[in-house]
T-cell receptor
Framework: DTGVSQDPRHKITKRGQNVTFRCDPI?????LYWYRQTLGQGPEFLTY????????KSRLLSDRFSAERPKGSFSTLEIQRTEQGDSAMYLC???????????????FGPGTRLLVL | DQQVKQNSPSLSVQEGRISILNCDYT??????FLWYKKYPAEGPTFLIS?????DKNEDGRFTVFLNKSAKHLSLHIVPSQPGDSAVYFC????????????FGKGTRLSVIA
């Protein structure tokens, strides 16, 4: 299977704990995006990478959140001192940049559902 | 401020009939639009896209129409099948898709056998 994979699929943690999620993009996709989805909403952009460079961060990404893509392949998203409001589905997507006039299509992984108690 | 709006939270259609899902946007910089389908507890699955240089794109049972002057797009599914029952998200980006996607809140489609 050459799709986007995410690990873990589910995570339950207590408030104040740190959690880390991993995303493996489609091979040869140089862009990797993180989104968050809460109930009744569409996915909301958090941050993205082109290769190992983090190009943009949303204002949703407080200083408790950090993301890395050290070798331009997989990425990790860490949330420190989790709060109940962090409970959401965290989605990763990958794409190939500079797809020309036809546009860049992002392909999503299955997501990591986080529940903070 | 919602830049991408899907004003119908839900839609019910009989099997075999046409499903029409609508999406409006406010940002005139958007030039690439996508539709995703999502089942519960799964990530969004890409369905179809359209660039602003076109007004229609077709892929099998799915057709997307873009009306740039009205800042409106729609997804047509013909014929609708029970397996199409899911939440459909409209998404938009600027710079030929080289910016993060902005999503609507989704429309839940139920196809009744």
């Amino acid at each position: 299977d050459t799709g986007v994979s995410q690990d873990p699929r589910h995570k339950i943690t207590k408030r104040g704990q740190n959690v880390t999620f991993r995303c493996d993009p489609i091979s040869e996709h140089n862009r990797l995006y993180w989104y968050r989805q809460t109930l009744g909403q569409g996915p909301e952009f958090l941050t993205y990478f082109q290769n190992e460079a983090q190009l943009e961060k949303s204002r949703l990404l407080s200083d408790r959140f950090s993301a890395e893509r050290p070798k331009g392949s997989f990425s990790t998203l860490e949330i420190q001192r989790t709060e109940q409001g962090d409970s959401a589905m965290y989605l990763c997507a990958s794409s190939v940049s500079d797809s020309g006039v036809w546009g860049e299509t992002q392909y999503f992984g299955p997501g990591t559902r986080l529940l903070v108690l | 401020d919602q830049q991408v709006k899907q004003n119908s939270p839900s839609l019910s259609v009989q099997e075999g009939r046409i499903s029409i899902l609508n999406c409006d946007y406010t940002n005139s910089m958007f030039d690439y639009f996508l539709w995703y389908k999502k089942y519960p507890a799964e990530g969004p699955t890409f369905l179809i896209s359209i660039s602003s240089i076109k007004d229609k794109n077709e892929d099998g049972r799915f057709t997307v129409f873009l009306n740039k002057s009205a800042k409106h797009l729609s997804l047509h599914i013909v014929p609708s099948q029970p397996g199409d029952s899911a939440v459909y998200f409209c998404a938009a980006s600027a710079d030929s898709g080289n910016t993060p996607l902005v999503f609507g809140k989704g429309t839940r489609l139920s196809v009744i056998a």
